[in-house]
């Protein structure tokens, strides 16, 4: 009887501390509750060095020198700004294009390699984030003139010489080598993630290699050929410095074009809605574009 009261008294004891919140149930969750403190200071920086010179320009596009749309009129009644604008987009479309066909075949060699190749292929495509922009252009330089090294390796083989430096070609060129990485690296991210064992169960299927690549492989590899080919195509669209050293006056992109009103003219206005025009445009493809993949991915769900 001792025993069962004693037990009893210590049982009772124990209880309220049994049902009292213990410390980290009560103890405040900050990262929970308030999860927007930790992308705070991304979010200043943002708006500091990007948002505000965003609005600024564009403000400037609007009113100088005079509010109203004159600028804008400017820009869409003048056929060489018109000529310069397409121009620049296809040269963009270019760009992608050639580097999602260099680069696809490259970042699937990258998943079947062994660990010591792919480390190699890695660091092969690291390499240009390693050395400078400048100096990458003005290699081109020197590799696409008319007596470089290009042109000299064509002519041993009984071709050429070709016209490489001062074009569009020369530019493309040029262009895709700076932006092939932002292409490997997301083709990479995705085709690693791919079950290996797909390919080989479709062809114990009866289907050939080149069809259960097609069928099987590639639309896997979609969400990173979209996610590289908006990357360098965006990326294509700003592009200065090797439009300006690889190419000719008669060829010049957007941004050269904005770079002689600001700097050269002194005109703000005509710059901003330049680059408003651009942005606008921009952002209406990336509009098409996510709509597209989001229709191509029902039609593959279902």
């Known amino acids: 009887m001792v025993l069962d009261q004693l037990s009893g008294d210590v049982s009772g004891a124990a209880r309220p501390a049994a049902d009292a919140p213990s410390p980290a149930r009560t103890a405040p969750d900050a990262g929970g509750r308030r999860p927007a403190l930790l992308i705070l200071p991304a979010l200043i920086a943002l708006a500091a060095f990007f948002l505000y010179p965003l609005a600024l320009v564009a403000w400037n596009a609007f009113t100088d ?8 009129v400017w820009f869409f009644s003048e056929p060489a700004n018109l000529a310069t604008l397409g ?35 890695m660091m092969l495509v690291l390499l240009p984030f390693w050395t400078s922009l400048m100096v990458r252009t003005f290699a081109w330089v020197i590799l696409l003139q008319d007596t470089g090294v290009i042109n000299q390796l064509l002519g041993a083989v009984g071709l050429g010489p070709f016209s490489l430096i001062r074009t569009q070609t020369g530019v ?8 092939m990485p932002f292409m490997v690296l997301p083709l990479y991210a995705v085709m690693s993630g791919i079950d290996g064992r797909l390919l080989p169960a479709a062809r114990s299927l009866g289907a050939r290699p080149a069809t259960a690549f097609v069928t099987v492989y590639m639309p896997l590899s979609l969400p990173g050929v979209s996610a590289g080919c908006l990357t360098v195509f965006i990326s294509a669209l700003g592009f200065y410095i090797t439009p300006a050293l690889l190419g000719s006056p008669t060829d010049a992109l957007i941004s050269q074009q904005i770079f002689t009103q600001v700097n050269g003219l002194l005109k703000w206005g005509r710059g901003g809605a330049m680059g408003v025009v651009l942005l606008g445009l921009t952002l209406v493809m990336i509009a098409l574009l996510a709509v597209s993949l989001r229709r191509a991915g029902r039609r593959a769900g279902a």
Not at 174 to 179: A, F, T
């Open 172 to 179: 493309i060129i040029g262009m895709v080598q700076l932006l």
């Open 87 to 121: 121009r620049t987009f296809t040269t963009a479309l270019w760009v992608t294009a050639v580097s999602l066909l260099l680069s696809y075949p490259y970042a699937y060699a990258m998943t079947v390699a062994g660990p010591r190749v792919r480390g190699l292929l």
């Open 65 to 72: 020198p005079a509010p109203g749309l004159g600028n804008f």
